[in-house]
């Protein structure tokens, strides 16, 4: 196995870890991250929580010092996803993201959007969903092979100037190979040693694998939510993280 080789922007943001917030409202959530530290984890808000919450909780973990992925995976003409990337932008939200597939005009014009701000939010494309396999691509049209779809997304959304993209941790080391060092791998699909993956998850991959092939960041959310002891997986995945950067010798 080679040694890993994580992007340089990595030592800035020592967690791997993106705690995806799986709630429906506001008061469960905030019960719960008042475990959580935001040195050792970010956090995820996604569209059922957004719906029911709206920009105040939002908000709310910016202002308790959590870096927050804005999971809203817009995808519409370019100006409609630009306005909606500079909102938030001015929410103070840590990376944002939109199918990659909107196209090339869509990503541009997100890009435009958010580069006059001093703490821009990182712009990250989504390729194909985790969900999916070959059979459900085939069904809307995607006669390529997924990993084949994905490198293609992949590569337009980084010559559109977005700074990463949403994958598969299974595709994150041909995209490394691909793309390079300094683009991030944000990828969803991450699940324990030996757990039983009985929810919708289809291309899924372990915390030290996905590391290990390249992945930046681990979106992890039942995994985290509902384990006995929430802080224990997030200490022992950077204490993974950790031994894999000292391997790699930086």
Known sequence: MNPLILPEHSSAHPTPVIVALDFDNAEATLQFV?????EQCQVKIGKELFTATGRS???????????????????????TVASACKVAA??????????????????????EAVAGYAH?????????????DEADAREVGIVKPIAEQVVDLATLAKSSGLDGVVCSAMEAAPL??????????????????????????????????????????????????????????????????????????L
């Not at 008042?34 to 935001?38: D, E, S, V």
């Not at 959590?66 to 519409?76: G, Q």
């Not at 929810?199 to 006995?228: C, F, N």
Request: charged share 20%; hydrophobic share 45%; aromatic share 4%.
């Open 120 to 132: 821009k939010p990182l712009l990250i494309g989504v390729t194909v969903l985790t969900s999916m």
């Open 90 to 111: 001015d929410m103070g939200v840590w990376m944002v993201d939109m199918h990659a597939s909107g196209g090339r005009r869509m990503m541009e014009a997100a890009v």
């Open 176 to 249: 490394r190979a691909a793309l390079g060092q300094e683009f991030l791998l944000v990828t969803p699909g991450i699940r324990l040693p030996n757990a039983q993956n009985n929810d919708d998850q289809r291309r899924i991959m372990t915390p030290q694998d996905a590391l290990t092939a390249g992945s930046s960041y681990l979106v992890m959310g039942r995994p985290v939510t509902q384990a006995a002891d929430p802080v224990a997986v997030i200490r022992d995945v950077n204490a993974v993280a950790a031994q894999l950067q000292g391997t790699s010798g």
């Open 57 to 79: 909780l939002a908000e709310s973990l910016i202002h308790q010092g959590f870096k927050l992925f804005l999971d809203l995976k817009y995808h519409d003409i370019p100006n």
């Open 34 to 38: 008042r475990q959580l530290n935001p």
